[in-house]
């Protein structure tokens, strides 16, 4: 699946990072993203907030899923992208308001990313 997703590093990174789920199943996820130049890479086993925007549906509000992670592998892919494979330790699920993140502007076209 690739879903919008804004990732945070919280013990490297002030601020998220804008990307995309290249794999997504239920123990962990892989996540493609452009790092900012000049921004400290996380170590294996660093801890992640990965706030995933989840498709539209007609039955239910907008919602996103909110995951707790561990980094397990960082490839890079190109000058300044990157694949983070991270293993999924807690989920949540929430409507998707304006109090609770900002992820509605996100799409694939707008994200920050490379696949």
Same mark, same amino acid.
């Given at each position: 699946?690739? $879903? !919008?997703?804004?990732?945070?590093?919280?013990?490297?990174?002030?601020?998220s990072q804008s990307g995309l789920t290249a794999n997504?199943?239920?123990?962990?996820?892989?996540?493609?993203c452009r790092v900012k130049q000049g921004r400290e $890479? !996380?170590?294996?086993?660093?801890t992640a907030s990965v706030h995933i925007q989840l498709p539209p549906s007609q039955h239910f509000p907008p919602k996103f899923m909110r995951c707790d992670t561990m980094l397990l592998r960082v490839e890079q892919i190109?000058?300044?992208?990157f694949h983070f494979a991270l293993q999924i330790l807690n989920v949540d699920f929430a409507d998707l308001s304006a109090g609770s993140i900002q992820l509605m502007e996100l799409d694939s076209d707008s994200c920050d990313y490379v696949m």
């Open positions: 699946m690739q $879903l !919008p997703c804004r990732v945070e590093f919280p013990a490297v990174w002030s601020g997504l199943h239920r123990s962990g996820m892989l996540v493609a $890479l !996380p170590a294996l086993g660093a190109g000058e300044s992208e």
